[in-house]
């Protein structure tokens, strides 16, 4: 007998309330959709970088253009993107792009912000990135006075193979593939532990790990303050394309704020 007809009603079934069910939820409030992206560029200003292929090569962009419409069913009103509020390129480029005098680069604020951005008809995309202080050294230096560096290594070296391991995950999948495992629920936890393991790096007159948590967090709510800059109407629908490492601690912002619902990329391409 053959299930899969069966098996696939069920799953559209699943999804109809599932949607539903989000849409009830988010009732009378502003939503917002944080998708945690692999850096496209290979930007390496991470501890650890990933390197990826090409994403202007022709099957890329058949991908990007399939994450671009799985992202417009989400219908954003407004798209924020991981650069710095005060840029002229960013506009500027954005602007010659609508005019169809500039080529998309592979970073993915112009793959997917640029792209969605147009699809839809949006006159503009909205920079909310802060920058802040990441004082590894200083673990580093606590950890090796402590004699707890071997400690420490394990959990750098744990850091690394996770990159390793997603770097080949992105090079064999699809984008949107990738990006549903970049942001499942797993994938979060399992990045956000890392960060939370230096809070033990520390004690009374030198709190070098959780300072560096604490500097993390600062970036992240004064991200999180832009991002609600933007929020005019309880029908604003926010896209916010951020670099993986930043999407557990901006989901959690907005699930800490009842004034807003948050939305999840699986959500709009649970048949993936």
Request: charged share 25%.
């Amino acid at each position: 007998m053959n299930f899969r007809p069966i098996v696939r009603i069920i799953t559209i079934l699943l999804c109809s309330a599932i949607g539903s069910w989000s849409q009830n939820v988010c009732a009378g409030k502003p939503q917002v959709l944080v998708l945690g992206t692999y850096h496209m560029a290979n930007r390496g200003r991470d501890v650890y970088n990933m390197q990826v292929d090409d994403v202007r090569a022709p099957k890329r962009q058949q991908e990007l253009a399939e994450v671009a419409d799985v992202l417009a069913s989400f219908q954003p009103t407004k798209i924020a993107i991981e650069a710095d509020p005060d840029s002229k390129t960013i506009p500027a480029a954005f602007q010659d792009y609508l005019a169809g005098k500039h080529e998309l680069s592979r970073d993915e604020i112009e793959q997917i912000g640029f792209r969605l951005a147009k699809q839809l008809g949006h006159k503009q995309v909205y920079p909310v990135n802060v920058e802040g202080e990441f004082p590894i050294q200083r673990v580093m230096d606590y950890a090796k006075a402590k004699d707890r560096s071997q400690e420490l290594e394990k959990i750098m070296g744990s850091i690394e193979q996770s990159v390793a391991k997603d770097n080949v995950y992105v090079n064999s999948h699809t984008v949107l593939e990738s990006l549903l495992y970049t942001n499942s629920p797993g994938s979060v936890a399992a990045d956000n532990d890392y960060y939370m393991q230096m809070a033990s790096f520390g004690e009374d007159g030198d709190y070098a790990g959780p300072d560096l948590l604490t500097d993390w967090y600062a970036r992240n709510i004064r991200i999180y303050s832009n991002i609600v800059k933007l929020i005019r109407s309880p029908g604003d629908r926010v896209l916010v394309i951020y670099g993986a490492g930043h999407l557990a601690w901006l989901q959690e912002n907005v699930k800490m704020d009842s004034h807003f619902c948050l939305r999840t990329l699986s959500e709009f391409a649970p048949n993936k």
